[in-house]
C-alpha cells in the first residue's frame, strides 16, 4: 500500500515536500517513482528510485530543483521540491514495482507509468501567486 501526502498550495519559487509511506510489501526489493498529471495532460514521470538502494533519476523539467530520497526507517520516500514553477501545478502519484533483474544485475526503476503496478493516491499541488 502506498499513501501520499503533502501536497498544498504555494507561491512560485516555494518548496513542498511530498511523502510516500509504503506498507504491505513482502519485500524492499522494489523501486519508488513519482508520477504527476496537469489537467488535461498525460500522466508524466517525475522521479525514481530504488527503495532498498541506488541512485535516483530525475525527468528534465524538474533535475536541479526536486530531490527524492528514502528513509527506510520511517518506510518513506521523499520528494522535496523547491524552486516550484505554475508548470509544476499537478497532482502527483507514488507508485511501485518490483525490481527486475537479467542475473545479478538489477534494472533501473522504469519511467514508464505502465510498468507500475502499486499506486496510492494523488495529492494535488498547486503553484500559484
Known amino acids: 500500500q502506498l499513501q501520499a501526502s503533502g501536497g498544498g498550495l504555494v507561491q512560485p519559487g516555494g518548496s513542498l515536500r511530498l511523502s510516500c509511506a509504503v506498507s504491505?510489501?513482502?519485500?524492499?526489493?522494489?523501486?519508488i517513482g513519482w508520477f504527476r498529471q496537469a489537467p488535461g495532460m498525460e500522466r508524466e514521470w517525475v522521479s525514481s528510485?530504488?527503495?532498498?538502494?541506488?541512485?535516483?533519476s530525475y525527468a528534465d523539467p524538474v533535475k536541479g530543483r526536486f530531490t527524492i530520497s528514502r528513509d527506510v526507517a520511517q518506510k518513506t520516500i521523499n520528494l522535496q521540491m523547491n524552486g516550484l514553477k505554475p508548470e509544476d501545478t499537478a497532482v502527483y502519484y507514488c507508485a511501485a514495482h518490483w525490481t527486475w533483474y537479467s542475473g545479478t544485475y538489477a534494472y533501473p526503476p522504469s519511467r514508464e507509468s505502465d510498468d507500475y503496478k502499486f499506486w496510492g493516491q494523488g495529492t494535488l499541488v498547486t503553484v500559484s501567486s
Open positions: 504491505g510489501f513482502s519485500s524492499d526489493d522494489f523501486s
Open positions: 528510485i530504488r527503495y532498498r538502494e541506488g541512485p535516483a
